[in-house]
């Protein structure tokens, strides 16, 4: 038996920091969007009895490090300690981006093992044991327009973003998440994003003010060390985005476009720049897995 899913990327539309618990686990307000990027996970039936995780990159480990290997384990050992599977991994989303990439990855696992194994288990019970795993996965598990509280685990859906197109684009460099969290942490005072208008505007299907009020409380602290996360914002807004904006710790930037053939020259803009070796022309979208 073969099952295929496939794992959105997401962007943040708000990205606020609120506190930080004891555990170290920081507490965000967040609304967060799937994005028609993903990769590509194959489940299969695997005699052995062992859990095998292939993928299409070197820069991607395949053993105990993967989030899809725990995600594996976790059900193997909770639901299925006989059986065995083989995965294979099509890796688009760009790594380490900012896009929630391994915890797309993670959620697919979940819902394609489900299947695989015929668990029956509902989205509230994969994400109950995900948030385990990863603050992300929950919402990966999910997928659409939702706000995001607590460390990640905490969604309410909203209704679906305003249509319109996205450029994506992650420059060649890599970001640390814990680097950026500890150097938000040491700052005195930083400025907040409207997180609920944010979710207004998303309401009200108003993309303009919804861009107009589009905040990410890391931005400052990953910009202020990249310049390169700026230059791509000018292109972008240069071009004829309503607005751009930087997703989760970084690198990636974000276009929103009311306008597909400004979308597509913008494309173009970039690419002929150089800065984003990783590009892409994309919509928002709610997944059902």
């Known amino acids: 038996m073969k099952i295929v899913k496939k794992a959105y990327g997401k962007l943040n539309l708000g990205l606020d920091v609120t506190g930080k618990r004891d555990d170290g686990y920081h507490l965000v307000r967040m609304i967060m969007q799937t994005v028609d990027i993903y990769d590509d996970l194959v489940f299969e039936d695997n005699e052995s009895g062992q859990i095998e995780l292939f993928a299409n990159s070197p820069q991607i480990p395949t053993d105990e490090r993967n989030l899809i290997w725990k995600v594996a384990a976790l059900l193997k050992e909770k639901y299925s300690p006989d059986r065995g599977v083989k995965i294979t991994l099509t890796k688009r989303i760009p790594v380490a981006a900012g896009m929630a990439g391994g915890s797309a990855d993670a959620a697919a696992a979940f819902h394609g093992l489900n299947d695989l194994w015929n668990l029956g288990l509902t989205r509230a019970q994969m994400c109950e044991m995900a948030v385990k ?144 070796p990783e590009l892409f022309l994309t919509k928002p979208v709610d997944p059902k897995m």
Do not use: Q
Request: net charge negative.
């Open 133 to 276: 795993l990863g603050a992300d996965i929950p919402y990966c598990i999910m997928g659409g327009t939702m706000l995001s509280e607590g460390i990640g685990e905490i969604l309410t859906p909203l209704k679906d973003m305003p249509e319109c197109s996205i450029v994506v684009a992650k420059p060649a460099i890599g970001v640390s998440t814990a680097w950026v969290y500890n150097e938000l942490d040491s700052r005195e005072s930083v400025e907040h994003p409207d997180i609920d208008g944010v979710k207004e505007a998303i309401e009200n299907g108003d993309l303009g003010r919804m861009c107009a009020l589009i905040g990410n409380v890391l931005e400052t602290v990953t910009k202020e060390k990249h310049s390169v996360i700026g230059d791509i914002e000018r292109i972008l807004e240069d071009e004829g985005a309503v607005r751009a904006f930087m997703t989760g710790s970084g690198p990636t930037v974000f276009g929103i476009f009311d306008d597909d053939t400004k979308a597509a020259k913008a494309v173009e803009a970039v690419k002929k720049s150089g800065l984003a």
